[in-house]
């Protein structure tokens, strides 16, 4: 089952010409330039495969442009070059909207330096930001900022809220050098017969600070989409141009890229969660169910990806990114997931992964270090240290939800023993009906810390690098969780206040040891 393919004409002339046959729903093409011709918007950045050298500037048009395109420069400099943007576009299945995307993939940057950019096309006046290509590759210190289920920013849209619009500002006051979005962008799929209106709203939402920075996203169960293509995500793919996953179908799904001495592998929890919690057909009446799409094909991606890096000097820290969880004790949980359980732990557990950044459920909750399972559980991950603020995480992974970043509900409610007051929390252990609650319990002994705090029930997750100073010696990174207050009229952008902070620890491994999966 594969996605709707992307296609490339040429953008010469005013009069369009296809050069390849595909799919109706996504088409690469060029038309004449419209009288009062559509500005720019939802401005948007990704790193190619090399962040250093890399990056991928998208945005949109309500309509067909003539000669879109990107003008670069430097700070103080003037705009020494214009290259000519890629324009696709794809019709949604259910209203038969067609949203008009262009992207510029550039390459041969500079590592570590600041440049201004212009997008523009005929008869418009152009748009201008700027970004910061990430550091060469080697230990460096950087920050990054995490959270899921984001949410148009706007109550107009099902599932949103004004303080998707707050948490988008949050990224920018730590001015981070990028942002991990895990997963439930939009809820477009809650706005059926406005779904592409819905993106749009939230793409010029996240175009506040994803203008200005990189923006790299999971896809979450909300962005499989009735009337989206095979898997749903004609949307997703067609606005976001993400690294390549050397797949031939599913480029974009799932994705590496190295910062310093950090790798981060963005995972589709589509293909592996039990879970069916993605849209309903209307002609059907069915949900969209992918579960199992690549037939083990992004498992065998991640477990090459993960072991070469691994096998390497330059590769400290391993942190993973998707939607779906393996564990939560939320009492609205969907449910800590079988299929991530059976077929990803193992993987993450043979390659020592340190970070799982998670969304899904709308709270925080971070887990103990984690390694293997506890005999005659429902492959519950086993606690292998359970101090708190101070975590070697070369002997046992922590995962964090961070899904407050922003929509309409909170999950932060949360489920325990009456009689022993510790954590329980619930497990899907099977595919079941659409959105069918969870068919078991577990004790949460791998649970750490909880924020039940409704009145803040948002936040954000900031992550500070220190690579260290010494060759072989110790490596943290600080993670430092923050509540977005809700906005008001009288406070509609509220200071972060910090709820959770701790570090975990490794040595790097810039030494002559070679690493042997089979002893983590």
């Known amino acids: 089952m594969s996605q709707p393919a992307r296609r490339t004409v040429l953008k010469a002339s005013a009069a369009a010409g296809v050069l390849a046959a595909g799919p109706a729903s996504t088409l690469l093409w060029t038309q004449p330039a419209v009288a009062d011709a559509p500005g720019a918007e939802q401005i948007h950045l990704a790193y190619g495969e090399e962040p250093s050298r890399e990056m991928t500037v998208s945005w949109a048009t309500a309509a067909s442009v003539r000669r879109p395109r990107l003008r670069l420069g430097r700070p103080g400099g003037d705009f020494g070059r214009t290259v000519r943007a890629e324009t696709t576009t794809y019709v949604d299945g259910l209203n038969q909207v067609e949203t008009y995307t262009?992207?510029?993939r550039l390459r041969g940057l500079r590592p570590d330096t600041e440049y201004v950019y212009e997008v523009l096309h005929d008869g418009s006046a152009p748009r201008r930001s700027t970004f910061r290509t990430a550091p060469a590759p080697g230990r460096v210190p950087f920050r990054f900022t995490s959270f899921g289920d984001l949410g148009a920013g706007d109550p107009k849209w099902k599932k949103s809220a004004v303080n998707g619009a707050v948490a988008v500002r949050q990224v920018e006051r730590f001015n981070p050098l990028f942002h991990l979005l895990n997963?439930?962008?939009?809820?477009?799929n809650n706005n059926q017969e406005t779904q592409p209106q819905c993106w749009d709203a939230f793409m010029n939402n996240m175009s506040v600070s994803a203008a200005n920075r990189p923006w790299m996203p999971a896809p979450g169960n909300h962005e499989v989409e009735a009337g989206g293509g095979d898997l749903g995500y004609a949307s997703y793919a067609t606005r976001f141009d993400l690294p390549d996953n050397h797949t031939r179908d599913y480029c974009g799904n799932w994705y590496s890229f190295q910062v310093g001495s950090v790798l981060f592998a963005v995972l589709d929890g589509n293909d592996l969660a039990v879970e069916d919690d993605a849209s309903i057909d209307p002609a059907t009446g069915q949900s969209v169910y992918i579960s199992g799409y690549s037939e083990g094909a992004q498992l065998r991606w991640l477990e090459r990806t993960l072991a070469r890096a691994r096998a390497g000097r330059n590769v400290d820290w391993i942190v993973v990114s998707l939607?779906?969880?393996?564990?939560?004790s939320s009492a609205a949980s969907h449910g800590g997931d079988m299929g991530l359980r059976e077929q990803l732990l193992p993987v993450l557990d043979r390659h020592a992964v340190d970070l799982v950044l998670c969304?899904?459920?709308?709270d925080y909750e971070r887990t103990h270090p984690v390694r293997g399972t506890d005999p005659g559980s429902l492959l519950r991950p086993a606690v292998v240290d359970d101090r708190p603020d101070d975590i070697d995480?070369?002997?046992?992974?922590?995962?964090?939800?961070?899904?407050?970043?922003g929509t309409a509900s909170h999950d932060d409610t949360y489920l325990t023993d009456p009689d022993g007051g510790v954590p329980d929390a619930f497990v899907r252990t099977q595919r079941l009906t659409y959105k069918a609650d969870p068919d078991a319990k577990e004790k949460a002994t791998w649970s750490a810390v909880r924020d039940p705090d409704?009145?803040?029930?948002?936040?954000?997750?900031?992550?500070?690098?220190?690579?260290?100073?010494l060759i072989g010696g110790r490596t943290t990174i600080t993670v430092s969780y923050y509540h977005t207050p809700t906005a008001t009229a009288a406070n509609p952008d509220p200071a972060p206040v910090l709820f959770d902070r701790f570090r975990i620890h490794r040595r790097r491994r810039d030494t002559h040891h070679v690493y042997d999966s089979a002893s983590h």
């Open 183 to 188: 997963g439930d962008l939009a809820y477009a």
């Open 393 to 405: 995480t070369s002997k046992g992974t922590v995962h964090l939800i961070l899904g407050g970043g």
């Open 323 to 328: 939607h779906q969880f393996a564990m939560s």
């Open 359 to 362: 969304g899904h459920d709308h």
């Open 454 to 469: 409704q009145t803040y029930p948002y936040g954000v997750a900031v992550f500070d690098v220190d690579p260290g100073s």
């Open 102 to 104: 262009h992207r510029v």
